[in-house]
């Protein structure tokens, strides 16, 4: 995919790190940077068109290395709920995404400086000592970036050396088999994001099929991971409980609901911006067309059908036995 053209800041042109991606992605030409966003902020650009043409970018990180939690998520329970970016956009185009608003490009930026952002939240915890939950990079799959960088291992490791954090991973990604080297701590979940088949096939291009990512969820789980399902977005529409019914009946059918440590669901919301600009950009998903209202500046189906959705398809979960529901609404 990213044969032909890579950019490089150059500061770190020499880094270990940069040589042993380019071993693996073998570009014809690399083109050298002074800074990231030369490239990821080009204004004048065709979204859609540079998405079929992706680059990636080599970066290193100087500040930012976490941000506190957004509202639009849940903290699960946690008083310190951070996230961070170890990379910017994604190998997989679904097409509820909000990134597609968020970035004038979708050239995949990744920071090649992973130790940064390690220390500055083993400095945080020590500064705080108090618990931490810390999503890797929910604006990204970092499970499908680790074929070029072991961003996963790094952080598995630390997490199990630092009982004071808690790390999510959150991927649609089915390449568990590069986390076999690995073995995971309790304060390290990760989470599989999950649709239905019908919505699978119809808004995630280059996402792993549904059967792929239950057998996935299967080798986590058996490795020793604490696994959480994630069902977020949920898609309206008049067909809706017959689709999730299904889908939840498939899931666990194949996996037992006490070998799943939490299940967290919410339905299709996006920042009101980042809809205008999409819808904008020329993406002309029926996402982008339907009555949606907007609250807060969040744009969501109504209270009414937020509610509905939410309640079937957490009743057909207590019902299946499981516990620990996560709730966005
Ligand atoms: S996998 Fe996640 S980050 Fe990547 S395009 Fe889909 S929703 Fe966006």
Partial sequence: MFKHLVYIEEKIARDSSTKKIL?????????????YKEVLNQTNSHWLFNKEHQKIILAKRESEFYYKGSYLTPTFGFKHFYYNALAINC????EYCYLQGMYNTPHLVLFLNNQDFINAIQQFIHLNN????????????LLALEQYYPYCKEWIQFANNEPRLTIEIRTKSHQIDLLNTIQPNDNVILSFTLSPEEIQKKYEPFTPKLE???????KAIDK??????????????????SIYSKFLDYLFEQVSPKHIHAVSIGVFRMNKDFFKRIKKNGNNSDIYYYNYEIENKMVSYSPDIRREMIMFVQNILTQKGIKNIHIYD
């Fill in 91 to 94: 190998l997989f185009h679904c």
């Fill in 212 to 218: 792929q990512r239950i057998i996935a969820v299967k």
């Fill in 224 to 241: 020793g991971f604490r696994v959480m399902i994630c069902i977020d977005p949920m898609i309206y529409s008049s067909s809706y409980q």
């Fill in 130 to 141: 108090e618990k931490i939950y810390l999503a890797l990079s929910y604006d990204t799959d």
């Fill in 23 to 35: 071993e693996k992605l073998q570009p014809s030409e690399i083109v050298y940077i002074q800074h």
